[in-house]
Each structure stands twice: as C-alpha cells, then as structure tokens.
C-alpha cells in the first residue's frame, strides 16, 4: 500500500498574519506578574486584531508512505518519507539581555531563512544513504536486548573501579594545604592573594609581575582539577554505588529469581537506540533576540525492537547470590580490574561491548518477531534556544516554559523512516571509536593538569 499527498506550507494558527505590538515594563516594579496567564491572553487577542501579513516563500512539501499490511500484532514493513516548510507566529515574555527590564511581544512572525537553509534539507534527501549503514548497530542490538538475572549493582566491577579511583586520589590528596585552598577562591582572589604574598599591594600590580602570579596561579589550577578529580571520581561512584546497594538489599535473591524466571513465560518487549550520525551548527540571536537561535541539523538514529519470551534455568542459592549481585569473575571484571581502563573506555566502547556480550547460559530466549529501522532527519530554520532568561513562548498557540529548547519556529525539516522485518543479527558485538563527553574530557584535562 503506497499513498502520496502534498503538504501546503504550514502558516500556523493564522494566513500568514501578524501584530508588531510588544510593551517593556521593570520586573522589580510589577513582582506579581502573572507571565504565564498574560501572554496566554494577549497572544490570543493579538491574534484575533492581526493584520499584517508576512510574504511568505510558497514551498509546497511532500510525504510519501508505503506499508506491507500485515495484521496486528504483526511488524510491518514500511517508509515514510515528507519534507515541509512552516512559519508559525510566536509570542514570548523575557527579561532584557542585561539589566533587569522585561519585554512581551505577544503575536509576532520570524522571516524564513535564506534558500540556502532550503537546499540544506532538500539535499540530505540523497546524501543520507552514505550515513545508514548499520550492521554493527544490528549486532550490537542483538546482544543488549537479551535477558540476564542479575542486580543492578555488580559489586566486583564497584570495588575495581573504586581502587582504580582511590589510587588517584592519593595522589591528588597529598597536594599541599595551600594549593587545595587555593583550588576554591576565585581568579580575582588567586591574583590578590600572590600580590600580598609577594609583599605588593593589589592595586599595585604590574606587568613585570606576571610570572610569579602566574606561577601562583598555577598551583590554583592544579587544586582546581584535584577537587574534580574527587568529585567525578571518587565522590559522585560512591554515593551512586551506596544508594543502589541500600536499594537493593531490601530484595530477597530467592524472590527475584523466582520473578524472573515468571516473566520469561510472558511475551516481553526489548528495545534498542543508537546514533550513526550527527551534524550540527547553530547561531544564537543578539541582544534580545537570545532566546531564537539559526540552526542546521541533520542525524541518522538505528532502532530495533524484538518481542521474545524465554525460559530460564534456575541456579541453586549459592550461584543465584553470586550472580545476582556481581560476584563472577567474568570477563567484564577482569577488564575493569586492568589499571586506567576506563580511560580507555572514553574513546573506544571495549568495556561495553565486552558487557554486552556476556549471555546468562541460564536463559534459553526465543525471539517471536524483530524489526530494524533507521530514521534520518535534517532540519534548517529559526528554533528557540530554552535560555532562562526567557519566561514564557507561545508558539503557534501553544504555551511552553522558555527554557524549553529547540522548538520550531521558522524554516525547512526532511524525515525519512525506513523500517524493515528481518531475522537478528547474531554477529560479535565489535567495540567502538567515539569522542569522549564534555564531562569525561574535564576528567582528563583534570588529570593531565594533576600530572603535569
């Protein structure tokens, strides 16, 4: 079954109108506002007076669908395919960029971006093959969908990562006194602080002295990345660990087995996600136009979905406490138990591909149906950036906090969702290269500095 439409040009709640009206008023005069309501009213009565009428680009989009029919419960095959333009009116109350004056503009349009924003999507609709490739994805979606008896906290993993911690924080630790102090005052006081220590007065501090307050400040620096290294490392897994260990004491071995063992016979449902890729640029708006933002994006997601029951062995009392709460030495462990993996394991996936891939041999799954897709999507235009300076949006009618990002305001998207019934992918689960987080990347300039 294949259909076909046209999707109009999307004006919103209007044909194209608008009301250039906005009001300024001091927060610190008018504290009872109320935000929420206001805009709400205004941006509905605006509405209703609006008459002018924004020009806008005549770009007719597409959406083509096409599906097997099998029954339900069944999968389906299936595509689906559109691309469209939308301009949609907006109201927004916020607080100025600086000071503390605050604005309402309650029914108001943005103009479309350049064709250039309009070419960007209209392209990925041929260029998105090259970034859908996913047989390891497949792969690594076969084995993290399988059950497994086991607590959420592996005990021999904590305490091998906890050691691998500790060592580091001993070092950290034995910085002296001063510099940890040091690691807490901000940079003016840092500066102040090696001005009296040299016998100068702040004020009295001159270029030539820069090589000793930079020396000072070094030692600051070095305190800094000691305090997130004790934090990230030590502070913020124990805690974690402590509250899953206190959550899980409470569950009876016995009991939990005997659950898990029950819900093998009923049918279960598994997903899996993963990003193949990802593409994107943004340019926020000056002054009082921070809370819109000029963004382009395209990205590719893998989903997979298997619907299974399975039938599990029971293991006597003694191996059911050690699986339960992570007492195997299995091949994860030993992993974690080597020095610094999980430095490695910022910027190549081996421990969790080697996780993933150690099956429960108590568990005999049978998959009744799976299916795979892959959505690709690409999106050009004006969206709204969540900053908190921002109180309130109403877009398109719709009320939502200002600090909600990226919702749609003005410019072009493509999706394309392709889902396929296949049979799972049973091969290795291969590790992956991957750029570290923002948060890991702390850790390890937080290190180096530490080292060096």
């Known amino acids: 079954m294949e259909q076909t439409q046209t999707l109009p040009f999307d004006k919103g709640d209007s044909p194209g109108l608008y009301n250039p009206y906005s009001w300024a008023g001091y927060l ?124 959420r906290v592996q005990l021999l993993n904590s305490i091998f990562e906890l050691k691998d911690f500790a060592d580091i924080a001993k070092a950290v630790v034995r910085f002296p006194y001063r510099n940890w102090r040091d690691g807490l005052v901000s940079l003016k006081g840092v500066v102040h602080r090696a001005a009296k220590d040299s016998g100068i007065k702040p004020d009295d501090v001159t270029l030539g002295m820069l090589p000793t307050l930079l020396k000072r400040l070094d030692l600051s620096t070095r305190g800094l990345a000691a305090l997130c290294l004790i934090r990230r490392l030590v502070i913020d897994p124990t805690i974690a660990d402590a509250l899953a260990i206190h959550e899980q004491m409470g569950r009876v071995v016995k ?83 080597l020095k610094l993996t999980w430095l490695v394991d910022y910027i190549c996936t081996i421990s969790d591909s080697i996780d993933t891939m150690n099956r429960d041999p108590n568990v005999d799954l049978l998959p009744l149906q799976y299916c795979e897709s892959i959505l690709s999507e690409a999106k050009a235009g004006y969206y709204t950036t969540g900053d908190s300076r921002t109180f309130w949006h109403c877009v398109n009618g719709i009320l939502v906090p200002g600090t909600q990002a990226d919702i749609a305001i003005s410019g072009y998207e493509f999706s394309s969702y392709r889902r396929s019934v296949v049979e799972p992918n049973r091969g290795t689960s291969l590790p992956q290269l991957k750029w570290p987080s923002i948060s890991q990347l702390k850790v390890v300039a937080a290190l180096l500095r530490c080292w060096i």
């Open 28 to 151: 610190t005069s008018r504290p009872d506002l109320p935000y929420e309501s206001t805009l709400r009213d205004e941006y509905n009565h605006y509405r209703d007076e609006a008459t002018q009428v924004y020009s806008l680009f005549p770009f007719v989009g597409q959406q083509v669908f096409e599906s097997s029919e099998r029954p339900r419960p069944y999968y389906n095959e299936c595509s689906n395919v559109k691309i469209r333009g939308f301009n949609y009116p907006w109201g927004i109350t916020q607080r100025a960029y600086v000071g503390s004056m605050c604005y309402m503009t309650p029914y108001s349009r943005i103009a479309l971006p350049s064709s250039v924003y309009l070419s960007y999507v209209q392209a990925w609709e041929t260029e998105r093959v090259a970034y859908e490739e996913h047989d390891s994805s497949s792969r690594r979606a076969w084995w993290n969908m399988q059950p497994r008896f086991e607590g």
């Open 255 to 337: 009991e939990e087995q005997e659950k898990f063992q029950k819900k093998g016979l009923l049918q279960s449902r598994a997903h899996f996600r993963e990003l193949l890729y990802k593409d994107h640029s943004e340019t926020v708006g000056t002054k009082n136009g921070y809370w819109r933002k000029l963004m382009k994006q395209r990205k590719v997601t893998f989903n997979a979905s298997m619907e299974y029951t399975y039938d599990y062995k029971m293991r006597n009392p003694i191996k059911a406490f050690t699986k339960f709460w992570g007492l195997d030495l299995t091949e994860h462990v030993i992993w974690n138990g």
